[in-house]
């Protein structure tokens, strides 16, 4: 029987996977040798994207080796951070938001479109330190100016968890959290909308009640915006919380890594407390 030459039948949708790059640390600031490693698991053959979320995409744009490992890759979705924070007592280790808003022409010019960034200003969040008051909320507008300009369509956002381990770890440091009600969340809800479609962007809310499910992975458009119209799984992701509308992906960081930004707010820091 003469052997075929005819390629295998693949099924792309099987195949593809999408990566993401992580929610449980930040890989690209912190952790890029592993980040390169890891992906080394993963040819470009077999990965549909990979999403990368950061709060600092310094690294991702500079170090040489990880920016090279990265553009073996036919596509790159980014969750840049900037909550207007950076420096502040909760984000002790992250750059002012304007020095990461700096980066943002090159990071469109590293994926290719605009399209494939969002910004989280994420978490919302209102805390009394060592008795003077920290807020985010009120820096929305200007953030929302800087990101449009560049033509990012997306914004993301929730309040801050009150979970225990969080708690506890502000009260060593004088930190105390002061909850938005229901009732100024919705006022805030309706604010931040009207701003974001000022500036051509659209709102979802992450994981909120009352709100529709956001999909910070998001089969349909990573298949949408997919350089070769490459279509990626559009299952829902197990694992994640009841309100959460994100598609299947495997997350390659560890919640063991501890990420030195320090961010006394972050679920995601281990049982050990940052210094």
């Known amino acids: 029987m003469p052997v075929?030459?005819?390629?295998?039948?693949?099924?792309?949708e099987q195949t593809q996977v999408v990566l993401s790059a992580s929610r449980r640390t930040d890989l690209a600031a912190c952790f890029p040798d592993y980040f390169i490693a890891k992906l080394q698991e993963y040819p470009p053959e077999r990965v549909h994207t990979i999403v990368v979320w950061t709060k600092n995409p310094h690294r991702m744009l500079t170090h040489p080796a990880l920016r090279s490992a990265l553009e073996r890759y036919r596509q790159l979705y980014v969750h840049l951070t900037i909550t207007g924070l950076g420096g502040s007592v909760l984000e002790p280790r992250i750059p002012a938001w304007q020095?990461?808003?700096?980066?943002?022409?090159?990071l469109v010019d590293f994926v290719g479109d605009a399209r494939r960034i969002s910004?989280?200003?994420?978490?919302?969040?209102r805390a009394v330190a060592c008795g003077a008051l920290v807020s985010n909320y009120g820096l929305f507008s200007t953030i929302a100016h800087e990101v449009s300009r560049m033509g990012v369509p997306l914004c993301r956002t929730s309040w801050v968890e009150p979970y225990a381990k969080v708690q506890r770890r502000l009260a060593k440091r004088d930190?105390?959290?002061?909850?938005?009600?229901e009732q100024e969340r919705r006022e805030q809800a309706r604010e931040l909308i009207c701003i974001a479609e000022q500036h051509g962007m659209r709102m979802q809310f992450c994981s909120v009640p009352g709100f529709s499910r956001s999909r910070c992975i998001d089969g349909e458009l990573l298949s949408e915006l997919h350089p070769d119209g490459l279509q990626c799984s559009r299952a829902r992701a197990k694992g994640q919380r009841p309100l959460c509308g994100c598609t299947h992906s495997i997350d390659i960081g560890w919640y063991s890594q501890k990420c030195p930004h320090g961010c006394l707010y972050c679920y995601g820091e281990p049982l050990l407390d940052p210094e």
Not at 4 to 12: C, E, F, G, M, R
Not at 99 to 106: G, I, R, T, W
């Open 175 to 181: 930190i105390t959290l002061q909850l938005y009600s």
């Open 119 to 125: 910004w989280r200003f994420d978490p919302i969040i």
């Open 4 to 12: 075929s030459h005819q390629p295998p039948i693949i099924d792309v």
């Open 99 to 106: 020095e990461v808003a700096a980066m943002l022409p090159s």
